[in-house]
C-alpha cells in the first residue's frame, strides 16, 4: 500500500507526530514544512492534517506523476 493510500484510509485529522510515523520524517522536518507553508495544516488545538490532503498533496509531488505530466506538454 503506498503511503498516500494509507493515509486515505485514515478517518479524522492527525497530528504531527502520526504525519511524521507515516512519512517516516522527524518531527522537526514537519514543522519546517509549516512554517514555509509548504505543506497543507490547520491550527486546532495544535497542527491538524486532514489526511485526504496530505495524500493529494504526495501525490502531486511524486516522481512519477511530474514525468507524467511533463508527457503530456
Given amino acids: 500500500m503506498s503511503i498516500p493510500d494509507k493515509l486515505e484510509t485514515m478517518e479524522s485529522a492527525i497530528t504531527v507526530a502520526e504525519l511524521a510515523v507515516?512519512?517516516?520524517?522527524?518531527?522537526?522536518?514537519i514543522y519546517d514544512l509549516v512554517r514555509r507553508n509548504a505543506i497543507p495544516h490547520y491550527r486546532l488545538a495544535g497542527l491538524r492534517f486532514d489526511p485526504q490532503e496530505i495524500a493529494d498533496w504526495l501525490r502531486s509531488r511524486s516522481?512519477?506523476?511530474?514525468?507524467?505530466?511533463?508527457?503530456?506538454?
Fill in 63 to 73: 516522481i512519477s506523476s511530474v514525468r507524467h505530466s511533463k508527457r503530456k506538454q
Fill in 22 to 29: 507515516v512519512l517516516n520524517l522527524g518531527k522537526t522536518a
